[in-house]
């Protein structure tokens, strides 16, 4: 522990009259800095020291040592829905500094049914490499390529038991078991795994569950909505623990028909798009994958959506290129 004392500029005739020793010592603020761990408590007399939390016995606590895996995306699979209390009240933050927005953008896919499917998280648009901040302190249970579509991925327990998904990322700034604290920056966005166009998937869950993380942050200005949040049974979506896999592909297609500004682009840029789209990996080649066609669907879409050619789509499921698609077909498109 360091100490020192704040350089006053001309101290007035009241506080002349006193040693420092007798005044009170009262912290009053902290204050940032270089490292996002450290901080400095000013206190009332004018005195100073260097606050660094126990992270070691942080990261040692109960909620990091039961149902703790670092390798699979689930850790709560004994815990039925049953068992989640019908209403908890959880501290999200102690104080401001607790918290940080995970990016700051356009929100381009809220949490809910999309598709045939459920977007069990919320999407924001950024550019690649982007920094992306950890919303809350805690510790990294997860933090790795995850071939069932979010890509580069990092999963955050917090001391509450909640846990954030950040998924997507182009490269990770964290490892397995580090403690982090809110506003550190845990990677970099981008547009890895089952994802159309750059951006952050972020997804808030307790027990496995998902629920809407609009319920917590503002999305639009960045700001936490509450310090201590009450988690609903009722707000859980029971399938989330179903699958470890995004169900269904994240962002916005329509980038590859329209320029930035949603203008038209000439045929040949879409074919360059398309083609770009097909040479990219999408998922491990072994995963079988049906598709369910929708309203505006032709199979170029459906090709560069899941990374394959309109061929391949047609072998495996013995039609024609030609062949005209009914909505709600389902078709093989791995
Ligand atoms: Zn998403």
């Not at 700034?173 to 580090?178: L, M, S, T, Y």
Request: proline share 4%; charged share 25%.
């Amino acid at each position: 522990m360091v100490c020192g004392v704040l350089t006053v500029s001309t101290p007035s005739a009241a506080q002349r009259k006193y040693n420092i020793e007798e005044l009170p010592r009262i912290p009053v603020d902290t204050v940032d800095t270089a490292d996002p761990r450290v901080k400095i408590i000013t206190y009332t007399n004018n005195t100073w020291d260097y606050y660094l939390p126990d992270y070691e016995s942080l990261a040692n606590q109960s909620v990091y040592q039961e149902h703790w895996t670092t390798n699979e995306v689930f850790a709560y699979r004994d815990v039925k829905f049953a068992d989640v209390p019908e209403s908890m009240e959880i501290e999200l933050v102690k104080s401001l500094d607790g918290y940080h927005p995970p990016v700051l953008g356009r929100v381009s896919s809220r949490y809910g049914p999309r598709g045939k499917g459920m977007h069990k998280g919320i999407d924001i648009g950024l550019p690649t490499g982007e920094p992306i901040y950890a919303t809350f302190e805690g510790k990294v249970r997860y933090a790795r390529y995850n071939s069932g579509g979010y890509g580069y991925l990092v999963i955050l327990r917090h001391p509450n038991g909640l846990e954030t998904y950040y998924g997507h990322l182009c490269k990770l700034n964290v490892k397995v078991n580090d403690y982090v604290v809110a506003g550190q920056v845990i990677g970099y966005g981008g547009n890895t795994g089952r994802s159309r166009g750059a951006h952050l998937h972020y997804e808030m869950r307790y027990a496995d569950l998902t629920f809407d993380p609009e319920r917590i942050i503002d999305f639009s200005t960045g700001d936490l909505k509450w310090q201590n949040f009450v988690l609903e049974r009722g707000y859980f979506n029971i399938s989330s623990k179903l699958t470890e896999a995004l169900e269904e592909e994240d962002g916005d297609l329509g980038d590859m028909f329209v320029d930035k500004e949603g203008n038209p682009l000439s045929s040949e840029e879409i074919v360059d798009n398309l083609s770009k789209a097909a040479a990219k990996p999408k998922t491990t080649v072994n995963d079988v994958i049906y598709y369910k066609v929708k309203s505006g669907d032709n199979l170029y879409k459906i090709a560069a959506k899941y990374g394959t050619t309109v061929g391949n789509i047609c072998k495996l499921n013995g039609i024609k290129s030609s062949t005209t698609l009914r909505i709600g077909q389902r078709l093989r498109v791995r």
